[in-house]
């Protein structure tokens, strides 16, 4: 893989893109709790704006990006993200920065995140074959780690240090060089419509894993019927696959509890343990190289323990780690450390339960459907995260921020738990094969 110039140029660009991301995911919340003095409520209503896109766009990037090159939906998500935090920085030069202007700024970045998110996934199965697909996750989702271990950090130092504006412009740098690096892309990176005779293609295993897709010639045209027509079909194969269902229910479970448990622990942190911008961002940065440890650990446990196995176990393991968090007080060394070590342990639990599922749900998805079922599960999963960010900043104002802390935290222990009754804890240690199983 890393001898392909087209690999390498997609992990280059999906890192950097990724570093862009998790800078502005701390820089917005912190410029409207630290510059602007928002409160619980506000912090809420802004983290849920810039998750509404999932809610709304996922399904309709899964039907985009099926049909049309992913080179060409990431390049463009990034321009379009770059220009949303440059005009951040713009009226925040200006002297009017605003909360309307982050809520606008989130929104944008959000959606354009859908897209390039559920881009890359699909590019990866163009670009290698189907036995190196867990590697080709590690590879990714660890350069997704390592902008976790900078990201935090640069954006909490920047909103702290410097200025709001800089923050901006440093993200809108990042998603600049993204695109610089996918726009090379020249092979792969997306299939045709599929015909009659890719259908008859898919009944050869062996040619089909082996030989490269070539990118199509020409945009499809774009037909609203058409586009939902898609999206039905994509939401019929992840509903009718138990193991897909199951990853849907238990990714809602875990992506609605972190919502509202992230929305209250960003107030937790400075307001409850008083701790400064920049121990802020460290803590949050911890969990980077957790899970730069976890996309490592997913290429070998698996494998050795068995999916189904990973799977449970160390979703109950990184989730349950958050439990410890309510128990702190003070801005102590000690503090700071416990927190970095929940991180740590979170973050790396976490990456390898997200490395497990996307290897599985790869493997069970024909190439003409992954776009479709990334998204589906994107939206099920990740649907209900403005619900929950709304919930967090609910809870926060109504309960205070520690017995808040406690609840929401207790809450992403369902996951495991819809995990542990489905199909997904029976899955081996090789994964199956979508083509095996239509046979």
């Given at each position: 893989?890393?001898?392909?110039?087209?690999?390498?140029?997609?992990?280059?660009?999906?890192?950097?893109?990724?570093?862009?991301?998790?800078?502005?995911?701390?820089?917005?919340?912190?410029?409207?709790?630290?510059?602007l003095?928002?409160?619980?409520?506000?912090?809420?209503?802004?983290?849920?704006?810039?998750?509404?896109?999932?809610?709304?766009?996922?399904?309709?990037?899964?039907?985009?990006?099926?049909?049309?090159?992913?080179?060409?939906?990431?390049?463009?998500?990034?321009?379009?993200?770059?220009?949303?935090?440059?005009?951040?920085?713009?009226?925040?030069?200006?002297?009017?920065?605003?909360?309307?202007?982050l809520?606008?700024?989130?929104?944008?970045?959000?959606?354009?995140?859908?897209?390039?998110?559920?881009?890359?996934?699909?590019?990866?199965?163009?670009l290698?074959?189907?036995?190196q697909?867990?590697?080709?996750?590690?590879?990714?989702?660890?350069?997704?780690?390592?902008?976790?271990?900078?990201?935090?950090?640069?954006?909490?130092?920047?909103?702290?240090?410097?200025?709001?504006?800089?923050?901006?412009?440093?993200?809108?740098?990042?998603?600049?060089?993204?695109?610089?690096?996918?726009?090379?892309?020249?092979r792969?990176?997306?299939?045709?419509?599929?015909?009659?005779?890719?259908?008859?293609?898919?009944?050869?295993?062996?040619?089909?894993?082996?030989?490269?897709?070539?990118?199509?010639?020409?945009?499809?045209?774009?037909?609203?019927?058409?586009?939902?027509?898609?999206?039905?079909?994509?939401?019929?194969?992840?509903?009718?696959?138990?193991?897909?269902?199951?990853?849907?229910?238990?990714?809602?479970?875990?992506?609605?509890?972190?919502?509202?448990?992230?929305?209250?622990?960003?107030l937790?942190?400075?307001?409850?343990?008083?701790?400064?911008?920049?121990?802020?961002?460290?803590?949050?940065a911890?969990?980077?190289?957790?899970?730069?440890?976890?996309?490592?650990?997913?290429a070998?446990?698996?494998?050795?323990?068995?999916?189904?196995?990973?799977?449970v176990?160390?979703?109950?393991?990184?989730?349950?780690?958050?439990?410890?968090?309510?128990?702190?007080?003070?801005?102590?060394?000690?503090?700071?450390?416990?927190?970095?070590?929940?991180?740590?342990v979170?973050?790396?639990?976490?990456?390898?339960?997200?490395?497990?599922?996307?290897?599985?749900?790869?493997?069970?998805?024909?190439?003409?459907?992954?776009?479709?079922?990334?998204?589906?599960?994107?939206?099920?999963?990740?649907?209900?995260?403005?619900?929950?960010?709304?919930?967090?900043?609910?809870?926060?104002?109504?309960?205070?921020?520690?017995?808040?802390?406690?609840?929401?935290?207790?809450?992403?222990?369902?996951?495991?738990?819809l995990?542990?009754?489905?199909?997904?804890?029976?899955?081996?240690?090789?994964?199956?094969?979508?083509?095996?199983?239509?046979?």
């Amino acid at each position: 893989m890393w001898r392909d110039r087209d690999f390498r140029r997609l992990w280059v660009g999906q890192t950097v893109s990724q570093l862009g991301e998790h800078t502005t995911l701390v820089v917005l919340p912190l410029c409207a709790v630290l510059t602007l003095d928002a409160g619980a409520g506000e912090l809420g209503v802004l983290r849920a704006v810039g998750q509404a896109p999932i809610l709304l766009l996922s399904l309709l990037a899964g039907a985009w990006v099926d049909r049309w090159r992913t080179r060409t939906v990431m390049v463009l998500a990034d321009v379009g993200q770059a220009l949303a935090l440059g005009a951040v920085a713009v009226t925040g030069l200006l002297g009017a920065l605003r909360l309307p202007a982050l809520l606008v700024a989130g929104f944008a970045v959000g959606a354009l995140s859908v897209f390039f998110d559920v881009a890359y996934q699909s590019s990866l199965v163009r670009l290698v074959e189907r036995d190196q697909l867990v590697r080709g996750n590690s590879a990714l989702e660890g350069s997704r780690s390592a902008a976790q271990i900078a990201g935090p950090a640069l954006g909490g130092a920047l909103v702290s240090l410097l200025s709001a504006p800089i923050a901006a412009v440093s993200g809108a740098l990042l998603f600049a060089l993204s695109c610089l690096s996918i726009r090379r892309l020249r092979r792969g990176e997306s299939l045709p419509e599929p015909t009659r005779e890719r259908s008859q293609r898919l009944q050869e295993p062996t040619q089909e894993c082996s030989q490269p897709h070539p990118e199509p010639t020409q945009e499809p045209s774009r037909r609203p019927p058409r586009v939902w027509r898609r999206i039905r079909e994509g939401l019929g194969f992840v509903v009718g696959d138990p193991s897909l269902r199951a990853v849907c229910l238990a990714s809602a479970a875990f992506q609605f509890s972190l919502a509202a448990t992230m929305t209250v622990y960003l107030l937790f942190l400075p307001r409850e343990l008083h701790l400064s911008g920049t121990e802020v961002g460290l803590a949050l940065a911890a969990t980077g190289p957790g899970a730069l440890l976890g996309s490592l650990l997913a290429a070998r446990l698996p494998g050795r323990f068995g999916h189904g196995v990973v799977l449970v176990s160390a979703a109950a393991l990184g989730d349950g780690a958050f439990l410890f968090v309510p128990a702190l007080h003070g801005s102590s060394a000690g503090t700071v450390l416990a927190l970095v070590a929940v991180s740590l342990v979170f973050g790396t639990f976490g990456q390898l339960v997200n490395v497990t599922v996307m290897g599985v749900r790869q493997a069970l998805t024909p190439d003409g459907m992954q776009g479709r079922a990334a998204a589906t599960i994107t939206f099920v999963g990740m649907g209900l995260t403005p619900l929950g960010s709304l919930l967090g900043g609910f809870l926060a104002d109504e309960w205070g921020l520690r017995p808040s802390l406690a609840v929401t935290a207790a809450g992403m222990l369902l996951s495991p738990l819809l995990m542990s009754l489905s199909p997904l804890a029976r899955l081996g240690r090789t994964l199956p094969d979508h083509r095996l199983l239509v046979d």
